[in-house]
C-alpha cells in the first residue's frame, strides 16, 4: 500500500483553527460548531412514531425495529418516516436540532403521549422503543445484561468501522497508508470478536432475536457480506463464517426486508422507500421482493 501523504510531516499547532475544508465527500458539511443553520419546520403525519431519519445503516436500525413492531401487532408503533438528506445539511434545520441537538440521524418524535418525547441516538431508540412495547429486550437480569452490553458493543465499536475505516479506505482524499491499516486492524478484530460469540448461539445476545441484533446487523451483516465501502476483499470477509450465517438469517426476515427500504436513496430503484407514511407504501411490486429465502443483507 502506497502512503501518498505529503512528505513534510504535519505539525499541530498550538491552537487549531477551521481555515480549510476537511473531510472528503463529506467536507461540506462538516463544521466545528453545533446548531442550526436554518430555519426550518419538521413536518408532522398523523402517526404516533415521527422517525425524521436516512437509510444509512444507523437509520435503518430505527426502521427495522418499527417493522418488527407492527409485525407483531403493535399499532402504537405506526410511524411516518421522513427523509433527511444529510448531504444537503437538512439534520442542521432547526427542527431537527429541536428534535436532535446533536444533528445527526436518526431522530425520533414519540407524539402517543401529550407532550411529545424526543428520543435520539439510534441505540436509545432502540431501547425506548423496546421498553415502551416489552419485546426484543428481555427481562431477567442476566439476559437482559447480556443485550444491553452487546447494544452498547454495537453504539461503541461501529465508529471505528464508519468513520474510522469507511472515511480513510473509501472516502478520504488521499489513502493514508498508516489510518487504514489502523482501522482495518481494529474492523477485524471487532468481526472476529462478533464471529465467537455467533459461533455459540444463533443471535447475538442468546437464543432470541433482540435489540442487539437490529443494531448490529445493518453494520456488520453488511460487512459480512462485502456490501460495506466495497472492502469485503480487502477485509477477507469470507473467513468470518458464523457472522454470515446469522446475518443471512436475518436478511430473511420481512420486516427486515422492509425496513431496509425505508429512507432508502441508493441502490435498486425497486428497493428504495424514500418515505413512508403508511404500510401500503410498500407497493405490490415491491412486496413481491419480501422474498423468505433472501440471503443478501
Not at 501523504?5 to 465527500?25: C, F, H, I, L, N
Not at 487504514?180 to 470478536?193: G, L, P, S, Y
Not at 465467537?196 to 460487512?223: F, H, K, M, Q
Request: aromatic share 12%; proline share 6%; charged share 20%.
Amino acid at each position: 500500500m502506497t502512503d501518498t501523504t505529503a512528505t513534510t510531516p504535519y505539525v499541530p499547532p498550538k491552537v487549531w483553527t477551521w481555515d480549510q475544508a476537511s473531510g472528503g465527500r463529506f467536507a461540506n458539511i462538516n463544521r466545528p460548531i453545533a446548531g442550526a443553520t436554518h430555519d426550518k419546520d419538521l413536518p408532522r403525519g398523523k402517526h404516533p412514531m415521527q422517525l425524521y431519519s436516512l437509510g444509512t445503516p444507523n437509520g435503518v436500525k430505527v426502521t427495522i425495529m418499527l417493522e418488527e413492531l407492527l409485525a407483531l401487532g403493535h399499532t402504537g408503533a405506526e410511524y411516518d418516516a421522513w427523509l433527511i438528506r444529510i448531504i444537503e445539511g437538512e439534520q442542521f434545520s432547526s427542527g431537527f436540532v429541536g428534535v436532535n441537538p446533536n444533528s445527526k440521524i436518526p431522530a425520533l418524535l414519540d407524539c402517543s403521549v401529550s407532550e411529545p418525547v424526543r428520543v435520539f441516538e439510534s441505540g436509545a431508540i432502540l431501547m425506548y422503543l423496546a421498553e415502551k412495547f416489552g419485546v426484543f429486550l428481555p427481562t431477567e437480569p442476566a439476559q437482559r445484561a447480556e443485550c444491553l452490553s452487546w447494544l452498547f458493543w454495537q453504539m461503541g465499536s461501529a465508529p471505528f468501522l464508519g468513520g474510522g475505516f469507511g472515511h480513510f479506505y473509501a472516502y478520504a482524499p488521499t489513502k493514508i497508508e498508516y489510518a487504514i491499516n489502523r482501522f482495518a486492524m481494529e474492523v477485524k478484530r471487532q468481526m472476529d470478536v462478533l464471529n465467537r460469540r455467533l459461533a455459540e448461539s444463533p443471535y447475538v445476545a442468546g437464543e432470541e432475536y433482540t435489540v442487539a441484533d437490529i443494531a448490529i446487523w445493518p453494520w456488520y451483516g453488511a460487512t459480512a457480506k462485502g456490501l460495506t465501502y466495497e472492502a469485503g476483499e480487502f477485509l477477507n470477509v469470507a473467513e468470518y463464517t458464523h457472522v454470515i450465517r446469522w446475518a443471512d438469517e436475518i436478511a430473511k426476515r420481512p420486516a427486515v426486508q422492509r425496513g431496509r427500504m425505508v429512507n432508502r436513496v441508493v441502490g435498486p430503484l425497486d428497493q428504495q422507500l424514500h418515505e413512508r407514511h403508511d404500510a401500503g407504501d410498500f407497493d405490490t411490486r415491491t412486496q413481491d421482493k419480501l422474498d423468505p429465502a433472501a440471503g443478501a443483507v
